[in-house]
């Protein structure tokens, strides 16, 4: 099939250029941070290394996009509970999370951000391409602020 395909972002992960054998090349989508499990780039083989020295028996495939993201995720919600205070409620949980602004654990995490307008939290997307059996970054970046992220501002 020679048609170009686009993909969400929940299909961005290793497993599915796995299942295609060979057939995902060239489809293209974003992904929620800004490397992937599988990444030559040097922080990510060094968070991909420490990752597997805690879990050394896990499954192949592992880590996976979604592991990245659950490592970054679990530290948003301990700096949300921390700035919470010494006896946490619901509440101060969450202004503790509207606190966090461009809050990133490290380079192979988006920044977070919360406030009171919204609690999406990641509002980065960086677009990728499966090249040569691997999602790759694509180098693009907006030229126009969509209407709808301008509401959160």
């Known amino acids: 099939m020679k048609q170009p395909i686009f993909v969400g972002s929940a299909i961005v992960d290793q497993g599915v250029i796995a299942a295609s054998k060979g057939g995902a090349e060239g489809v293209k989508g974003f992904a929620l941070i800004p ?44 700096e949300g509970l921390r ?9 101060s949980f969450i202004r503790g999370l509207e606190g966090l602004q461009n809050y990133r ?33 694509v180098q693009w970046s907006s030229t126009h602020p969509t209407e709808i992220l301008k509401r959160y501002e």
């Open 35 to 78: 490397m992937l499990p599988g990444s030559k780039h040097p922080d990510m083989q060094k968070w991909e290394a420490a990752w597997r020295r805690e879990y050394p028996n896990a499954r192949a495939g592992r880590p996976s996009i979604f592991d990245a993201l659950a490592y970054a995720d679990a530290y948003v919600v301990v």
């Open 83 to 91: 700035r919470a205070g010494p006896q946490p409620t619901p509440e």
């Open 105 to 137: 654990v490290g380079p192979v995490a988006s920044p977070r951000s919360f406030t009171a307008k919204h609690h999406i939290g990641n509002l980065t997307l960086s677009p990728v391409e499966v090249r040569d059996g691997n999602w790759e970054p």
